[in-house]
């Protein structure tokens, strides 16, 4: 995996980086040629990775401010001043709501509160939206509880529901896995509607875009706070769990010119600074219609440091002070595709799909949890879900 002229080093005397997040942010970073200090959610595999040392525990379903103090007092402790990373919505949110405590140890980049506030609340994103001529797709925002069906009733079918407020972890116990229901027909949305009152949070109705998951294609993006662009690459995604409006876990890394040009667009009218993911859905006739804002770290970064654009890398270099490359000079190499093991469990594929996942897994060069230098988070997962399992067996019995 390491491939960093930096990674010729020992881990043991790597510089270390404060990583909010899991073993897809940390494997960009230890090809950076640094070890990560975690900050992972109870059982996640990456506290076994070599280039990882665990020193808090996140827990998902709340906003953690108590860590605080803790993670600055880390900090204080460390020679040099960490780099600090963050890869979901509420790491995002609280780095950003602590920026001013946390630049007094760590060093990062993150975009202006009022924009990284208005790209979490997709309310106030549409508007801004509105405001720019950005290509999204027609949406609604309502609050069931103050609403009735009725008052829906000039929506065009089908339309997607999804929570306004990404950051509230509520929305999973609704939809579990996934991060929108598609609704086909008001009788759909009658039915639905006792749910979403007892949700008790706004969510947005949308017009739906044509087409699989695969149809998702994304922008990613590294604007300095001067507004140079440092290093940019595209994707796209292949499967998600569940097979409509999951969690991705097969993609692959693309060049495509129209999705550059798209995102840089909108990166420009929404004067987007730090890392950021556009994702756009292509419509059948080819249109591109931008669907959210991700103005944080991800895990598109692995395999696109492994395609040969390492955004964790040029934040790294930017905050050193070392030179970046020329706009558009830095161009990652398509085809590198990253593979979960989740993948195996999407949908359920026949004998020959099933082949084809096995080969498509097999020559991914990125891969979530396993990798050849680093194999103790797979082999930590796969002990675990084999006591588990044994564990209801026996009560069961």
């Keep these: 995996m390491v491939s960093s002229s930096r990674a010729a080093r020992s881990p043991r005397g790597w510089p270390t ?7 897809d942010l940390v494997r960009p970073v230890a090809l950076a040629g640094m070890r990560s200090a975690v900050v992972a959610v109870t059982g996640d595999p990456t506290r076994f990775s070599r280039y990882a040392t665990t020193v808090a525990i996140w827990d998902p379903d709340s906003h953690n401010d108590d860590l605080l103090e803790p993670l600055l007092a880390w900090g204080r402790a460390q020679p040099v001043r ?8 509420g790491h995002l949110l609280f780095v950003s709501r602590h920026r001013e405590r946390l630049a007094e140890t760590f060093r990062f980049v993150v975009d202006s509160p009022e924009r990284v506030e208005t790209m979490l609340d997709k309310q106030r994103f549409l508007t801004l939206a509105a405001d720019l001529g950005l290509p999204v797709p027609p949406a609604r925002p309502v609050l069931a509880a103050a609403s009735s069906p ?39 949305l009658e039915a639905l509607w006792p749910s979403l009152v007892e949700f008790g949070r706004s969510v947005l109705f949308q017009q739906l875009i044509p087409g699989p998951e695969s149809c998702i294609e994304s922008y990613h993006v590294f604007v ?12 796209r995604k292949v499967r998600t769990i569940p097979p409509e409006y999951g969690a991705t876990t097969a993609l692959t890394i693309t060049d495509e010119e129209d999705v550059i040009v798209a995102g840089r667009d909108a990166v420009e009218r929404i004067g987007l600074r730090g890392v950021a993911k556009l994702d756009f859905k292509r419509a059948p006739d080819g249109r591109l219609y931008l669907l959210e804002v991700n103005p944080r770290f991800n895990l598109w970064h692995y395999p696109g440091a492994v395609a040969g654009v390492n955004l964790p890398a040029l934040v790294r270099d930017y905050l050193d002070g070392e030179p970046l490359p020329a706009a558009g000079t830095l161009r990652p190499r398509p085809g ?61 019995a």
């Design 82 to 89: 960490p780099l600090l990373y963050y890869q979901w919505d």
């Design 150 to 188: 009725s008052e829906l009733a000039d929506l065009t079918y089908p339309v997607v529901v999804k929570p306004v407020d990404r950051t509230d972890d509520r929305w999973k116990h609704f939809e579990h896995l996934g991060k929108a229901r598609r609704i086909e027909s008001g009788a759909q």
């Design 17 to 23: 980086a404060l990583v909010l997040g899991d073993i």
């Design 224 to 235: 300095t706070p001067e507004g140079e662009t440092a290093g940019e690459f595209t994707g």
């Design 336 to 396: 590198v595709t990253w593979c979960s093991p989740y993948d195996f469990a999407t949908g359920s594929p026949g004998p020959a799909e099933l082949l084809g996942r096995i080969r498509f897994a097999a020559s991914s060069k990125a891969k979530a949890i396993w990798a050849s230098d680093d194999p103790l988070p797979l082999l930590a997962t796969a002990a675990g879900r084999i006591t588990a399992a044994g564990r209801r067996a026996l009560e069961r």
